[in-house]
């Protein structure tokens, strides 16, 4: 009876060893990621006065506060090829499309599941976006930020 309590003991001592090597590589893959990977949503472009700020990161693991720049033509979702790569399992591959005509900055949903929304209204085609508006992808939200509006004030 003694051998039987002692060889499961031993097994879960295994087990647990077994957990906590798991544990440390997970932490050392996800070290090594985020270095390989660097800011992968910096563009090469810079001296854009538009910006997205991190509003609520959602699951995404980003901090709060994030600044994304905006270009004439910036994608959002969970796919590496996008703009601005946002993982939070809520957010689609290609989520949404941000896109300026003119002076005019609008956003389109791209047929994402659990769509987009701007100012907590659903996007159905297209819509116009200003300066402090809150776009809501999944769990996460950013506020649209103009620049060039605190300088003309």
């Not at 854009?48 to 980003?62: A, E, N, R, S, V």
């Not at 993982?87 to 949404?96: A, E, F, G, P, T």
Request: proline letters at 1%; a neutral charge; glycine letters at 6%.
């Amino acid at each position: 009876m003694n051998e039987i309590v002692n060889a499961s003991l031993e097994f879960i001592i295994w087990l647990l060893r077994l957990a906590l090597v798991g544990v440390i590589y997970l932490f050392i893959w996800r070290i090594f990621r985020t270095m390989i990977r660097g800011d992968q949503n910096k563009t090469n472009m810079v001296g854009t006065d538009f910006f997205l700020i991190l509003h609520k990161p959602g699951t995404t693991m980003l901090s709060r506060n994030k600044v994304f720049e905006l270009y004439d033509n910036t994608t959002i979702g969970r796919s590496s090829d996008c703009s601005i790569v946002l993982n939070d399992l809520l957010i689609s591959d290609k989520h949404c499309q941000i896109m300026r005509i003119g002076d005019i900055w609008r956003i389109r949903d791209l047929g994402s599941t659990n769509k987009t929304y701007l100012n907590g209204l659903q996007i159905i085609s297209q819509a116009e976006i200003t300066d402090g508006d809150i776009i809501s992808l999944g769990r996460v939200e950013l506020r649209m930020r103009d620049v060039t509006k605190e300088e003309h004030e």
